[in-house]
Every structure is written in structure tokens, then in C-alpha cells.
């Protein structure tokens, strides 16, 4: 049964074609969990596409020389350590089409640093990090979201690689900061978020079946955006007949 009804389209109520919004995925996950690695996958598929990737550690907040102090007594995994309402203000208008500077930490010295990043609004922004889906404004933004799930035995030992290579600490400091913080904050704060993706992704970046899928699924919604751009008079239509 098809019904065609027409709406009363007088000149206040008419439907008008929507302004172009940013495509918004934010990609959580446990530390070392292989959040960087999926995003960039995601990435190099969609060629066709401007694509940015943000990361929410650049929001984390600098310690002054009191808190530098005591470091190893700071809890890098609890929300309140990033700033959240610059996070927000800054993924709001990039979603909105604007130009926005991101800043530059920098996890040796615990600090942003000097210069921002510039960061011009693309067709597709990801947003990827440990507390991505734990906010609720931040959450709302989103159009896909995705919780990158690995083995806490996995995320440890590339936690302590990467730790150690790249983030210059020592093996005994970050053993004694996983037990401590890292841990009890993946129980407490991003394991409970998992609950708001929409797409969970099992051992992370070696799942090429989810990133095949996810990608499939972007090009499919950026499709239908793209029609509504290319024949505006398609959504008025559409609107404008209910079927
Ligand atoms: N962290 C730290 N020192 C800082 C700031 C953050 O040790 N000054 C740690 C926090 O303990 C937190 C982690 O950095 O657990 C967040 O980064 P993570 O998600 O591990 O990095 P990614 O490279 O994004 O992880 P993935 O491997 O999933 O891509």
C-alpha cells in the first residue's frame, strides 16, 4: 500500500534543504587498544573523501610545575584530566564547517606546546581517543560510534613497548601507573562507555571484515548527502511527499 500526501507547504512551513554538516565518528577504546591503527585504516579507504583526524589527548590539560612535581601521583585515565569544554567547542564547529586550532601535547613534558595544530573542516571527522564516548554532549555530535575492543593482556604489553620507546618513561613507572590509574579508570570510566558504540570492533586494527564494513557504511551515508547536495530539490521532494 502506497500513500502520497501532500503537506500543506505554505511559505513559513516549507521544509528547507539541510546545511551541510560535518560525517562524525568518534572511535573509543582501552589504551594501546588499537584505536590510531583502525582510524587510519578507515582513512586510507576512503580516498575519495577529506578526512580529519583529531586526537583527544591534544585536549589533555597542562601540568603546572606543582602538579609536575608529583606526576606519578596524576591520573592521566580520569575524564576531568582533559578539557572536555574546549574539546567540545572545538568539534562543534568543525562539524559546523568552521576552521579551528587544536592543541599540541606533548607527552614527554606533560604540556601543550607551541604551535597549535590548524585544522580545516573536512567531509569526514574522527575523533579518536580513550574517553571519546564518555561525555554526553560530545557523544551526541557523533554520527557513527565506534569502541575498538582488545584483550587487556594485548594492550598491556604494547602499552609498555610503546611506553618505553616512544614516551621515554621507565618499564617500572609504567607497571606501577597501569595498576594504579590505568586499570581501575578502563573499569570505571571506558568500559561503560562501550555501551553507547554502535559498532564494536574485536582485536582492533587486524579486523579487516568491521573496517571493510564501517567504510562501506560511511560511503553509503556520504552518498545520500552528496545526492541531497547535488539535486537540492530531492530532499524538498521528499519532504514534501511522505510515503
Ligand atoms: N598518558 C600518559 N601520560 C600523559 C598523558 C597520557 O601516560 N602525559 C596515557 C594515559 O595513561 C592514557 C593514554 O596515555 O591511558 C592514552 O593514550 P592511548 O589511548 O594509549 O594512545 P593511542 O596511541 O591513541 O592508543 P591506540 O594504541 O589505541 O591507538
Known amino acids: 500500500h502506497l500513500s502520497l500526501q501532500s503537506n500543506n507547504a505554505s511559505s513559513s512551513s516549507s521544509p528547507r534543504a539541510p546545511t551541510k554538516q560535518s560525517f562524525f565518528i568518534g572511535v573509543a577504546g582501552g589504551t594501546a587498544s588499537g584505536k590510531t591503527t583502525v582510524c587510519n585504516l578507515i582513512i586510507s579507504q576512503l580516498r575519495d573523501q577529506r578526512v580529519v583526524l583529531v586526537n583527544q589527548d591534544s585536549f589533555y590539560h597542562s601540568l603546572n610545575e606543582e602538579k609536575l612535581k608529583t606526576v606519578h601521583e ?23 564547517g568552521q576552521a579551528v586550532s587544536i592543541p599540541n601535547y606533548d607527552f614527554k613534558t606533560h ?7 590548524q585544522v580545516n573542516p573536512s567531509d569526514i571527522i574522527i575523533l579518536e581517543g580513550i574517553l571519546v564516548l564518555h561525555d554526553p554532549r560530545v557523544r551526541d555530535l557523533m554520527n557513527m560510534k565506534i569502541f575498538v575492543d582488545t584483550d587487556s593482556d594485548v594492550r598491556l604489553s604494547r602499552r609498555i613497548q610503546r611506553d618505553t620507546v616512544e614516551r621515554g618513561r621507565n618499564i617500572q613507572n609504567v607497571l606501577e601507573q597501569y595498576t594504579k590509574f590505568v586499570k581501575p579508570s578502563f573499569d570505571e570510566f571506558i568500559l561503560p562507555s562501550k555501551k553507547y558504540a554502535d ?6 586494527g587486524d579486523n579487516d571484515v568491521a573496517i571493510d564494513l564501517i567504510v562501506q557504511h560511511i560511503h553509503t551515508k556520504l552518498g545520500q548527502h552528496d545526492l541531497c547536495k547535488i539535486y537540492p530539490n530531492l530532499f524538498l521532494i521528499f519532504s514534501t511527499f511522505q510515503i
Open 199 to 204: 559498532i564494536i570492533i574485536p582485536r582492533g
Open 74 to 96: 596524576y591520573n592521566f585515565d580520569h575524564p576531568e584530566s582533559f578539557d572536555t569544554e574546549l574539546l567540545l567547542s572545538c568539534m562543534e564547529k568543525l562539524k559546523l
Open 111 to 117: 604540556q601543550s606546546i607551541e604551535p597549535a595544530r
